[in-house]
């Protein structure tokens, strides 16, 4: 996810994988592959740039083999939570 600003001045964090395209009249127009449009502050080459760094982070993670998040402190202990 990147975080971009909305017109408002609130933060919002957008799924790069979902963005068809990007205008840049006045205001920045991200249009998403289901139709939905956001106004965002940050001018088109930023926007780029954000998605270029955040794809660039999951590459190098991905390239490290890394499977921290999959590792338990102590396994022995480890139970899951299942509420029905």
Not at 64 to 79: A, C, F, K, V
Request: aromatic share 6%; charged share 25%; hydrophobic share 35%.
């Amino acid at each position: 996810m990147i975080k971009l600003t909305a017109l408002d001045g609130s933060e919002m964090y957008l799924n790069p994988d979902l963005i068809e395209m990007i205008q840049e009249t006045p205001d920045t127009h991200i249009t998403l592959s289901n139709g939905n449009r956001y106004l965002v502050l940050e001018p088109a080459r930023v926007v780029i740039g954000r998605i270029v760094s955040f794809q660039a982070r999951l590459m190098r993670h991905a390239a490290t083999g890394s499977r921290r998040y999959l590792r338990r402190e102590d396994p022995e202990r480890y139970q899951p939570v299942c509420r029905l």
